[in-house]
């Protein structure tokens, strides 16, 4: 056959020079990426001015950077979910519940170590068992991670009374989990950019990976295809509920203290900050750099109403508003690159 | 054509229901190496119920399936790809948010330790479609949804001959191509048939089945109705099979 001048051919119409980790590089971090940095960027500038620059002073960051690590985490097994098609609305009774059950083992003279493992079990396993439900069972996740929200949240109820748990004793494992590392910053912190790198990795350099955009985008196309949808599903389940229960024990952690309070709502902030990052509600799509990047402007927005002296039941408000301008502004700039992420 | 024709695949009695609705029922037929086999039917006769079904995609209710005289079941398409069977689905198979490369390997990504062997993916996948012809595709890295309907029939067949199988299942190949597109798909199955693949072709055209397959298997309401050579058949005489089922109702024997 004439393969040999074909490709000849071929090799001059395509340009290989600068291929390899540089194009992952670049498929990680999405142009769509860098209009988040900017609305970043415009936070901080309008903070420091409304704050009076305390904003800006070095003591409000590791605060920031925590409360971004403890959501961040959560956010980054909710985005992986959501790129994969589906959604988790228990992860917020899942962080509680797995980080209470932690406390409480603790408060009973168990090991910190045994109380986390323990706790990150409980985490894989509420989110397996949301994986089943959802899949074998054929609900739509946002329904059946609703039921199992309530569940998991009435459990904690049930079983702690609603109390918050404080465990004085020191521990080496609190410490690596949520103690400070250096310059006031947490462990937290950098667990949070550690997983967030390792799953970017998964996402856009391993066959799991490539499966979970496939099922989120169409997950008929991956059936055909070989992909095994349900085993998928079931393990972007199991690996967002373990996140969730991550994110609980380092806060409990930086803490030394959990309520069943601690983690509610972080459903919801999870998807804002998922959405806001560019992570798209229908599947297929998503950025885990820009999910980070979401989870970070929450959490500024957090802090900085608070230092201007803004009233903090307007931080709910305002998260609202900034994920309709997010989203509206996602929309059109894929829009401008026609299917583009 | 001098080649033998080998069985290579065979389907015995299958039957699927989705719920009430009865899809195919006691399907029996064996397909060859060196030969194209044109399936034609109605729509909603059963043909792309029973093409899912060879290529792993559906498990039939009953009935069983032979590769190369082995009983074999499909739990998914998967299965059905490692013994060797390769298909374009009616719905094309890709998943438009995912890049042309992803497509391309999707469900059998080739690995360098744990990780995808990209620059191997692109130099492949690129290699491919240049040779199938498509040969003004900017970049293999850009998404599918930006691609049109004929580039998309282009990328998935050259998906589908990419992995050397030993039996490709075409569902509708040339619908949304131009003649000399639709030519060219030709080109590709005689190629296959060449190298001495089972092809199995869906097509509405009845002049494109004429023109292009060595034997002509009909369904009619989800039943294997005839199973013929063709050798100088009437466009009229296949068309009135389609439409009214076997004059008589005997079934002509394979
Ligand atoms: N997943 C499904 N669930 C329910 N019914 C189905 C399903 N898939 C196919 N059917 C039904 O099975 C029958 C055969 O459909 P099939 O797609 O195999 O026909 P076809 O011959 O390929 O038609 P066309 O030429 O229009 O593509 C139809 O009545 C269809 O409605
Ligand atoms: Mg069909």
């Given at each position: 056959m004439n393969?040999?001048?074909?490709?000849?051919?071929?090799?001059?119409?395509?340009?290989?020079?600068?291929?390899?980790?540089?194009?992952?590089?670049?498929?990680i971090v999405r142009s769509r990426d860098s209009s988040i940095v900017l609305a970043a960027a415009i936070?901080?500038?309008?903070?420091?001015?409304?704050?009076?620059?305390?904003?800006?002073?070095?003591?409000?960051?590791?605060?920031?950077?925590?409360?971004?690590?403890?959501?961040?985490?959560?956010?980054?097994g909710v985005a992986l979910l959501m790129i994969g098609g589906d959604f988790d609305l228990s992860?917020?009774?899942?962080?509680?519940?797995?980080?209470?059950?932690?406390?409480?083992?603790?408060?009973?003279?168990?090991?910190?170590?045994v109380g986390m493992l323990v706790a990150l079990g409980i985490g894989l396993f509420i989110g397996f068992l949301n994986g089943i439900i959802t899949v074998f069972l054929a609900i739509p996740s946002f329904v059946a991670t609703l039921g199992t929200w309530l569940i998991w949240e009435g459990v904690t109820l049930v079983v702690t009374g609603g109390s918050t748990i404080t465990v004085f004793q020191r521990s080496v494992v609190l410490n690596l989990l949520g103690g400070v590392l250096v310059g006031g910053i947490r462990w937290e912190v950098l667990w949070w950019v550690v997983i967030g790198i390792v799953v970017s990795i998964?996402?856009?350099?391993?066959?799991?990976?490539?499966?979970?955009?496939?099922?989120?985008?169409?997950?008929?196309?991956?059936?055909?295809?070989?992909?095994?949808?349900?085993?998928?599903?079931?393990?972007?389940?199991?690996?967002?509920?373990?996140?969730a229960a991550v994110a609980g024990v380092v806060q409990f952690g930086h803490l030394q203290s959990m309520a069943s309070s601690y983690g509610e709502y972080y459903q919801l902030y999870a998807i804002a900050a998922a959405v806001v990052g560019g992570t798209v509600l229908t599947g297929g799509r998503g950025s885990i750099v820009g999910t980070m990047l979401g989870s970070l402007i929450l959490s500024m927005?957090?802090?900085g109403l608070i230092l201007s002296g803004v009233s903090t039941f307007w931080y709910q408000a305002v998260i609202g508003a900034i994920v309709i301008v997010a989203v509206a502004m996602h929309t059109r700039l894929s829009r401008l690159v026609r299917g583009g992420d | 054509m001098s080649e033998t024709h080998r069985e290579i695949l065979r389907a015995e009695h299958v039957t699927k229901r989705f719920g009430p609705v009865t899809a195919i029922e006691d399907i029996t037929v064996s397909f060859y190496t060196h030969q194209i086999t044109g399936i034609v039917g109605d729509n909603g006769a059963g043909k792309s119920t029973f093409v899912k079904i060879i290529s792993g995609v559906e498990q039939p209710t009953s009935g069983q399936l032979f590769f190369e005289g082995r009983a074999v079941k499909f739990r998914s398409a998967r299965d059905a790809r490692r013994t060797g069977i390769e298909a374009v689905h009616q719905d094309l198979g890709l998943v438009e948010s995912m890049s042309v490369v992803r497509n391309f390997f999707l469900g059998m990504e080739p690995c360098r330790g744990l990780l995808m062997d990209m620059r191997r993916m692109r130099e492949e996948a690129e290699r491919r479609l240049y040779e199938i012809g498509l040969r003004n595709l900017k970049s293999v890295d850009q998404d599918v949804a930006r691609l049109s309907g004929g580039e998309r029939q282009a990328i998935s067949i050259g998906r589908a001959i990419?992995?050397?199988?030993?039996?490709?299942?075409?569902?509708?190949?040339?619908?949304?191509?131009?003649?000399k597109e639709t030519q060219k798909v030709f080109d590709y199955m005689r190629n296959a048939r060449q190298q001495g693949l089972a092809v199995l072709a869906i097509m509405h055209s009845m002049r494109q089945?004429?023109?292009?397959?060595?034997r002509i298997v009909i369904f009619w309401h989800g039943r294997l109705i005839a199973?013929?050579?063709?050798?100088?058949?009437?466009?009229?005489?296949?068309?009135?099979?389609?439409?009214n089922g076997l004059p008589e109702s005997a079934t002509i024997a394979t």
């Open positions: 393969r040999d001048s074909t490709m000849k051919e071929h090799v001059a119409l395509f340009d290989h020079a600068d291929r390899g980790w540089k194009q992952t590089f670049q498929s936070l901080v500038l309008l903070f420091s001015l409304t704050s009076g620059g305390q904003f800006l002073q070095g003591s409000t960051w590791p605060t920031i950077l925590s409360s971004t690590a403890e959501l961040g985490i959560v956010t980054i992860v917020g009774a899942n962080f509680s519940f797995s980080a209470l059950i932690m406390a409480t083992l603790m408060e009973h003279g168990e090991s910190g170590l998964v996402l856009y350099r391993t066959p799991f990976g490539n499966a979970v955009f496939a099922v989120g985008g169409r997950a008929q196309s991956a059936r055909e295809a070989g992909v095994p949808v349900r085993r998928i599903r079931v393990i972007s389940f199991t690996v967002c509920g373990l996140l927005l957090d802090a | 990419a992995f050397e199988r030993k039996v490709l299942i075409l569902d509708e190949p040339t619908s949304a191509l131009s003649v089945i004429l023109d292009i397959a060595d199973d013929l050579p063709n050798d100088g058949m009437d466009e009229n005489v296949l068309a009135e099979y389609l439409h």
